[in-house]
């Protein structure tokens, strides 16, 4: 059961990854953890106990997730010339939620082949998709205005009264400032774009800000990782109620979701410390150079 927007939309290949959303979506998260059980296709986690439980956690955490997604386009300093859907996908995952309520034989034997947590990872891979778009918009792109509003100023302006003479001054003066700036387009792009120490300074600074956050994920996942072992060994016994059986799994699928974090939280500082390393002899040599030198690129 596939929205248009799933379709429109295709999902990443293999799990879905929600790193470039930080902790900014836990309801998303949350959602995802219980997707990655079901896509194990395990005998056990397809029994009717446990996913008439799942499903009940996915629908209870479908509201929050609707309110996560208003509050990011909220922030959007304006309206999206194409309007990004995302309620017909959180609907599918919706229905996908009731069908887990009410399981049947052949929706069980579908979970246990892993077919049943790949279409789930379909319809989450194409909500991510369209969050990360939105994402994209307000965290760097502007609104951008219509042909219509182009014309509109342009007739505002021609009903502005002025003589003849005026335009010809106007039009004489604006000619040769744009002669000008063309003139000096070259050295003014150059002086620009030159390097110097500040900017390549915060680009390190900035870097370093964010390896430290780094640092911190991979120490706060690390010690929620062992917390987590510890209970599972403090319930290691022979004979397990199935209730304490699920909660051991959950932990489990929880523990993967903190190593993941924490591979990317390394392979960030990994990018930003190559980052510090070019910026640094950069730097060396904006210092070894003249001025000249470093405006004309020699």
Same mark, same amino acid.
């Given at each position: 059961? %596939?929205?248009?927007?799933?379709?429109?939309? #295709? #999902?990443? *290949?293999?799990?879905?990854?929600?790193?470039?959303?930080?902790?900014? /979506? #836990?309801?998303?998260?949350?959602?995802?953890?219980?997707?990655?059980?079901?896509?194990?296709?395990?005998?056990?986690?397809?029994?009717?106990? /446990?996913?008439?439980?799942?499903? &009940?956690?996915?629908?209870?955490?479908?509201?929050?997730?609707?309110?996560?997604?208003?509050?990011?386009?909220?922030?959007?300093?304006?309206?999206?010339?194409?309007?990004?859907?995302?309620? *017909?996908?959180?609907?599918?995952?919706?229905?996908?939620?009731?069908?887990?309520?009410?399981?049947?034989?052949?929706?069980?034997?579908?979970?246990?082949?892993?077919?049943? =947590? @790949?279409?789930?990872?379909?319809?989450?891979?194409?909500?991510?998709?369209?969050?990360?778009?939105?994402?994209?918009?307000? =965290? =760097?792109?502007?609104?951008?205005?219509?042909?219509? !509003?182009?014309?509109?100023?342009?007739?505002?302006?021609?009903?502005?009264?002025?003589?003849?003479?005026? @335009?010809?001054?106007?039009?004489?003066?604006?000619?040769? /400032?744009?002669?000008?700036?063309? &003139?000096?387009?070259?050295?003014?792009?150059?002086?620009?774009?030159?390097?110097?120490? =500040?900017?390549?300074?915060?680009?390190?600074?900035? &870097?370093?800000?964010?390896?430290?956050?780094?640092?911190?994920?991979? &120490?706060?996942?690390?010690?929620? @990782?062992?917390?987590?072992?510890?209970?599972?060994?403090?319930?290691?016994?022979? !004979?397990?109620?199935?209730?304490?059986?699920?909660?051991?799994?959950?932990?489990?699928?929880?523990?993967? *979701?903190?190593?993941?974090?924490?591979?990317?939280?390394?392979?960030?500082?990994?990018?930003?410390?190559?980052?510090?390393?070019? @910026?640094?002899?950069?730097?060396?040599?904006?210092?070894? %150079?003249?001025?000249? !030198?470093? /405006?004309?690129?020699?």
């Amino acid at each position: 059961m %596939k929205s248009k927007a799933a379709e429109e939309v #295709p #999902p990443e *290949s293999g799990e879905v990854n929600l790193g470039f959303l930080g902790k900014e /979506f #836990p309801a998303l998260h949350e959602i995802r953890d219980r997707v990655l059980m079901l896509s194990l296709g395990n005998a056990f986690l397809c029994e009717e106990a /446990f996913l008439k439980k799942s499903g &009940s956690a996915v629908e209870g955490l479908l509201e929050n997730l609707r309110q996560e997604i208003h509050a990011l386009k909220m922030r959007f300093p304006g309206k999206f010339t194409t309007e990004i859907d995302t309620d *017909s996908i959180i609907e599918d995952l919706h229905a996908h939620a009731q069908r887990l309520q009410n399981p049947n034989k052949g929706l069980t034997d579908k979970c246990t082949i892993g077919a049943l =947590g @790949r279409e789930l990872e379909d319809t989450l891979g194409a909500l991510t998709v369209a969050v990360r778009k939105i994402k994209k918009k307000v =965290g =760097g792109e502007t609104p951008s205005y219509t042909a219509k !509003d182009a014309v509109v100023g342009v007739l505002g302006k021609a009903k502005t009264p002025a003589s003849l003479a005026t @335009r010809l001054v106007s039009l004489a003066v604006k000619t040769v /400032f744009v002669l000008l700036l063309l &003139s000096l387009g070259p050295l003014i792009y150059l002086g620009v774009t030159m390097d110097r120490e =500040g900017p390549l300074l915060k680009e390190i600074g900035k &870097s370093e800000a964010h390896i430290q956050t780094q640092k911190a994920i991979i &120490s706060s996942s690390e010690k929620e @990782r062992e917390t987590l072992l510890g209970k599972i060994r403090s319930m290691q016994a022979d !004979d397990l109620p199935r209730e304490t059986k699920l909660e051991i799994m959950e932990m489990n699928v929880k523990i993967h *979701s903190l190593d993941q974090a924490r591979h990317r939280a390394e392979a960030e500082i990994a990018d930003h410390e190559g980052r510090i390393k070019d @910026r640094k002899q950069r730097i060396q040599e904006v210092r070894e %150079k003249s001025f000249m !030198d470093r /405006f004309f690129r020699r």
